[in-house]
């Protein structure tokens, strides 16, 4: 696997409004989209770090995997996953199903800005949960 550079970190937040402002402040730039992610049950809003983008998660019910990670740090949230933008998604799965590496998706699905996105199983990635994204509109 060979990852182009890192693509996004995820933080889970409990309110997009309360958050955005803080990261808007801090990074010293403007959240540039928001969007539902309706099978994720989450909306995203995304702000830029130099190459890479800050993903803010707020759930969109108790259902969602984010709610379930906010109730379990706390009712406070964290930092959710790391995402590397890789090319060709579905060989870097193969190889990482190859290597022993625990999948949680077997196939690319839909994500936020027309990504198609895949994760590993933080129990095969030294306790972070690992995504990997493909940009197919830009090549």
Request: hydrophobic fraction near 40%.
């Amino acid at each position: 696997m060979q990852p182009t550079h890192i693509e996004h970190i995820g933080i889970a937040v409990t309110s997009l409004d309360e958050a955005i402002p803080f990261f808007e402040t801090l990074l010293g730039t403007k959240c540039y989209a928001i969007e539902e992610v309706t099978d994720q049950k989450v909306r995203t809003a995304f702000l830029r770090c130099g190459q890479t983008k800050i993903e803010l998660l707020e759930p969109t019910c108790p259902e969602s995997t984010i709610a379930a990670f906010i109730e379990k740090n706390n009712g406070r949230g964290g930092m959710h996953h790391i995402a590397f933008a890789v090319e060709g998604i579905e060989n870097h799965l193969a190889e990482a199903k190859a290597a022993g590496i625990r999948l949680i998706d077997e196939k690319p699905r839909a994500g936020a800005e027309g990504l198609s996105i895949a994760f590993l199983h933080p129990k095969s990635t030294f306790g972070v949960l690992t995504e990997l994204c493909e940009n197919k509109n830009n090549k």
